[in-house]
């Protein structure tokens, strides 16, 4: 088992920036692809970012791509995601996501389903 806790989400104005973090504890070795997924209001879950922990590739949706870095420090467990020039339309629970099987690659961002373990998720609001 992995346990994720994220922290770091709050409101902010248009333009501004958050860092989130996850830490992980327990089995951490499985989880060699980390990354952060949302869920806005009415909408679907997301992936926003994911990166292998062991190469340290990184992917990220289209509509986050230059504002937002994902980022881990193993040493520590901990991943992270620095979002900044943030918009209204990225307010949404975030959620810290491992996965310890298959493939760590651009197609996990759309398929929330492969996620093996989450994170109980930070909230960010952006207000215009």
């Known amino acids: 088992q992995v346990q994720l806790v994220e922290s770091g989400g709050g409101s902010v104005q248009a333009g501004g920036s958050l860092r989130l973090s996850c830490a992980a504890s327990?089995?951490?070795?499985?989880?060699?692809?980390m990354g952060w997924f949302r869920q806005g209001p009415g909408k679907e879950r997301e992936g926003v970012a994911v990166?292998?922990?062991?190469?340290?590739?990184?992917y990220y949706v289209d509509s986050v791509k230059g504002r937002v870095t994902i980022s881990q420090d193993n040493a520590k467990n901990t991943l992270y995601l620095q979002m900044n020039s943030l918009k209204p339309e990225d307010t949404a629970m975030y959620y810290c996501?491992?996965?310890?099987?298959?493939?760590?690659?651009?197609?996990?961002?759309?398929?929330?389903?492969?996620?093996?373990?989450w994170g109980q998720g930070t909230q960010v609001t952006v207000s215009s």
């Open positions: 996501a491992a996965v310890d099987r298959g493939d760590c690659a651009s197609w996990l961002l759309k398929r929330p389903d492969r996620v093996s373990y």
């Open positions: 990166t292998n922990t062991r190469t340290a590739v990184r």
């Open positions: 327990g089995h951490t070795y499985r989880s060699y692809c």
